[in-house]
């Protein structure tokens, strides 16, 4: 009895720790997400600082499109400032991540 204990914990053990790492990763992942939704996530897709502007839809676009977007706004090939600075900060994994979360695959 005592010689199978330290098997069974481990077994327990082992999806706990896998459960942590997915954790952290889909943590990871809302923050990004988080850094959007300010913008991209507001009825009627509109904001107001420093003058009211509208912002496109992203949700529901198609991934290929998202990414070459946010490449194009880190190559400077597009130019809104506050795109710019965002796509900037983000790597090629960050937006290939962003553009799964939000857009829908062609099908
Ligand atoms: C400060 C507000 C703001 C934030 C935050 C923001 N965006 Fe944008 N985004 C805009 C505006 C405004 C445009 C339209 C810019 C233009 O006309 O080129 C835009 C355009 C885009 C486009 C191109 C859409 C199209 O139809 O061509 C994509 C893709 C995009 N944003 C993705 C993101 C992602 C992903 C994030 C989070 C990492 C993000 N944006 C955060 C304001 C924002």
Not at 5 to 16: D, S
Not at 21 to 39: E, L, V, W
Request: aromatic letters at 6%; glycine letters at 8%.
């Amino acid at each position: 009895m005592l010689r199978i204990l330290p098997a069974a914990l481990l077994v327990l053990a082992l999806p706990a720790a896998l459960a942590q790492q997915k954790g952290d990763a889909d943590s990871a992942h809302r923050n990004k997400i988080a850094m959007c939704i300010g913008c991209h996530g507001i009825p009627g897709y509109k904001t107001a600082f420093p003058s009211v502007y509208h912002v496109p839809k992203i949700a529901g676009q198609q991934p290929g499109y998202i990414v070459a977007a946010l490449k194009a706004y880190k190559a400077g090939e597009r130019s809104h400032p506050s795109m710019r600075g965002i796509a900037a900060s983000l790597s090629e994994q960050d937006m290939a991540d962003l553009a799964a979360y939000y857009g829908v695959p062609a099908k």
